[in-house]
């Protein structure tokens, strides 16, 4: 009796993965579908649409990063500036200026104060001039401004009273306090401003002193006057500045 077993050889898996007792051939793959046009288009059209409105973010963070560090543009309202500035010019605010050296006398300015006597009551900008610096003594009498005791000069506009009366003989008098500034209109008979009139029933109305900090900036330019384009270039005064001249 032969006792050799026969040993049937083991089926090595196929190239393709496959084991015995599998039928041959390679597995059929299919390749991705192409993107319709449609689809693509409507990418396009996202990206270019994300694109815009990156750019409109970016341009509005600089722009108001220019209006609250450099300029701003303002619009006069009123007849308390005439006859210097009117009705409906328009003006560019320089903000630099005061970053880097002192508000001066007679400088025009723009600053935000709150009118207590208009309902509601809100914070505005206003457009006056400066006349009396932190730590003087401002009187008003006898048609004129008065700094520490003398007569201000290089005041160009006026008769100027404290009152609304024009009483030769109402003298107005205010200590000025540290970092605010006095400030008037050039048409002083129209002007609400730093001026205070008791003899009013109800008080003048006054917009009181103006502190450092709520200075918008410094008249420069104009640029639109009567409903024409202009290019007035406004300079600042040297008497009453820095050394309170």
């Known amino acids: 009796m032969d006792d050799r077993v026969e040993v049937k050889p083991e089926t090595s898996p196929q ?4 084991g015995d007792g599998e039928t041959g051939g390679r597995e ?3 390749d991705a579908e192409p993107k319709k046009v449609g689809d693509a288009e409507d990418d396009e059209e996202r990206s ?3 694109e815009w409105v990156g750019l409109l973010v970016r341009a509005g963070i600089w722009a108001l990063l220019i209006y ?3 300029f701003q543009i ?3 309202e009123g007849q308390s500036m005439e006859p210097s500035f009117h009705p409906g010019d328009r003006l560019f605010i320089d903000k630099l200026t005061y970053r ?5 006398r007679f400088d025009v300015i723009v600053f935000e104060a709150t009118d207590v006597d208009k309902i509601p009551r809100r914070p505005k900008d206003y457009i006056k001039r400066i006349i009396g610096l932190p730590g003087e003594t401002i009187e008003v009498h006898d048609g004129a401004v008065w700094r520490d005791g003398k007569k201000l000069t290089g005041d160009e506009f006026g008769p100027t009273y404290p009152n609304e009366m024009h009483d030769p003989h109402q003298v107005l008098r205010l200590k000025v306090p540290p970092r605010q500034y006095f400030v008037m209109g050039d048409n002083r008979d129209a002007s609400k401003d730093s001026r205070v009139d008791d003899t009013r029933i109800m008080g003048r109305q006054s917009l009181g002193f103006v502190p450092q900090e709520q ?3 410094i008249v420069r330019l104009r640029f639109w006057q009567g409903g024409h384009l202009c290019w007035n270039w406004f300079g600042r005064k040297t008497v009453g500045s820095g050394s309170k001249q």
């Not at 190239?15 to 496959?18: E, M, N």
């Not at 880097?100 to 001066?104: A, I, K, L, M």
């Open 28 to 30: 059929e793959t299919k």
């Open 48 to 50: 270019a649409l994300k």
């Open 100 to 104: 880097f050296s002192d508000v001066r």
């Open 74 to 76: 303002s619009v006069v």
């Open 15 to 18: 190239p393709d993965g496959r």
């Open 215 to 217: 200075i918008r900036g």
């Open 68 to 70: 609250v560090f450099i």
